[in-house]
């Protein structure tokens, strides 16, 4: 999934950077799918982020409170699920957000009195 992201964005980058003719109605609306696809896998992976956390900090209670050792591998597994889902998740919604400034450059693009500044 990074790699596919991340090809898109250069991809799409490419696409305003080129002085070429285009038809940016038809580009837009492309866009506008694949910022649904990738919208969808970051709300799905925050769900499934929020639930490994969750267990996390409920399994970290559970041996707070009981000195369960039974329970520390369970934790420290938990834990390396969750940091790659959190660095994962942060790609996402990093991507997600730069998608919606590209639209914005695209319509510009359509409209010339619309316009947003980069940043």
Request: charged residues 20%; negative net charge; aromatic residues 12%.
């Amino acid at each position: 999934m990074k790699k596919r992201i991340l090809a898109y964005l250069e991809y799409i980058d490419g696409l305003l950077a080129s002085d070429e003719e285009r038809d940016w109605e038809r580009e837009t609306a492309l866009h506008l799918n694949q910022i649904k696809f990738f919208a969808h896998e970051r709300l799905v992976h925050l769900l499934v982020f929020i639930l490994v956390a969750l267990c996390t900090v409920m399994c970290i209670l559970a041996y707070v409170i009981s000195e369960i050792l039974m329970l520390l591998p369970l934790i420290v597994m938990l834990f390396v699920l969750l940091i790659p889902y959190c660095m994962h998740y942060y790609l996402l919604e990093n991507s997600v957000q730069r998608m919606y400034q590209q639209y914005d450059e695209m319509v510009g693009k359509m409209h010339p009195y619309f316009s947003m500044k980069k940043g």
